[in-house]
């Protein structure tokens, strides 16, 4: 399991392998902040278009921006 901190920045890459804690298809690919945490999840914010929207995504769909 990946460990973030609280301003990581992350790209949704989703495990289809693993459907707990999977964000919809249509965020795929996205790039944003680690905003803290819900229980074994990680709530990330990102914007869609205009919009500001926060996630809940499990570790397994998150890989950390090199």
């Given amino acids: 399991m990946q460990q973030f901190e609280e301003g990581d920045s992350v790209n949704i890459v989703i495990d289809s392998a693993i459907h707990k804690g999977m964000p ?3 965020f795929q690919g ?3 902040k ?3 945490r819900q229980g074994g ?3 990330v914010s ?3 278009g205009k919009k500001h929207k926060i996630l809940v995504i499990r570790s397994e769909h998150l890989r950390r921006v090199r």
Wanted: zero cysteines; proline letters at 0%.
């Fill in 46 to 48: 990102i914007n869609d």
């Fill in 41 to 43: 999840s990680y709530l």
């Fill in 24 to 26: 919809h298809i249509r």
């Fill in 34 to 36: 680690i905003e803290g």
């Fill in 30 to 32: 996205y790039t944003g």
